[in-house]
């Protein structure tokens, strides 16, 4: 069995009145890219995390990058996306980016 060579970590915080969702992605153990994501002042650290875990996702699947983990520190995050049942389009926009 091939060893996974991808992992992309993400963030989403709100500091300051200043809310922003970031991921940096790794391959074969070298930083591929960064990218960093201001958002609306009013949006949510949840909002900002999911950001974050969906922009991560469509970077690996558009540069062909494999499979690859997805490192979240965001627990209501995770959980939402491992709900069965998800009315928020963007949870379920990402499962559907995750299959």
């Known amino acids: 069995m091939e060893e996974m060579k991808g992992m ?5 915080s709100k500091m300051d009145g200043r809310v ?3 991921f940096v992605v790794f391959h074969n153990k070298t930083e591929l890219d960064y990218k960093k994501f201001r958002l ?4 949510t650290v949840f909002i900002a995390e999911l950001i974050a ?3 991560s996702v469509q970077y690996v699947r558009a540069n062909d990058l494999g499979e690859a983990n997805t490192i979240s520190d ?3 995050a995770l959980m939402a996306l491992s709900a069965v ?3 928020r389009d ?3 926009n990402i499962k559907v980016d995750i299959r």
């Open 53 to 55: 875990i969906q922009q």
């Open 20 to 22: 922003d969702s970031v």
């Open 40 to 43: 609306n002042e009013s949006s």
């Open 74 to 76: 965001s627990r209501s």
């Open 8 to 12: 992309d970590f993400t963030d989403g």
């Open 85 to 87: 049942d998800e009315a």
């Open 90 to 92: 963007i949870i379920n």
